[in-house]
């Protein structure tokens, strides 16, 4: 299975970070490659909302967020790639170190140098939009 890291600090503490991160709604902010983002009724942990890529605004890409604050960590599940992207944060001096753990499916091993591209994008947008809240 292809799979990479990632990483980024924001001066943003952790609290700031977690608030762009834990909320689909704000995905579309700092998600490249995500325009618009429906979110679904949350329960036990589990937020399911539809993303919609930029550009294909009739094909939804349903995901589930599955979210643990004490552990800072937040996982999304493409339902229909089966991608799985884990973010972590953890505090680092006055800011945040935000990891980010990416699994590709082999089906879907076509798209590693793209999701590569957009989540090197997507975590330093996430660390300076976190900044500015």
Excluded: N
């Excluded at 579309?28 to 919609?52: L, N, R």
């Excluded at 552990?71 to 990891?99: H, N, Y």
Aim: aromatic share 10%; with cysteine; hydrophobic share 40%.
């Amino acid at each position: 299975m292809p799979e990479f890291h990632d990483s980024a600090v924001s001066p943003a503490p952790p609290e700031e970070v977690w608030k762009a991160l834990y909320d689909p709604r704000r995905f579309p902010e700092w998600w490249e490659g995500i325009e618009t983002v429906e979110s679904g009724d949350a329960a036990g942990g589990e937020a399911p909302y539809t993303a919609f890529p930029d550009g294909y605004p009739d094909f939804p890409m349903a995901q589930i967020l599955r979210t643990d604050h004490d552990g800072r960590k937040a996982v999304i599940s493409c339902l229909v790639s089966d991608l799985r992207f884990e973010w972590r944060l953890a505090p680092e001096g006055t800011g945040t170190r935000i990891d980010v753990d990416v699994e590709i499916p082999e089906q879907e091993a076509a798209r590693l140098a793209t999701q590569r591209d957009l989540i090197a994008a997507s975590i330093r947008k996430l660390a300076a939009v976190a900044a500015v809240a």
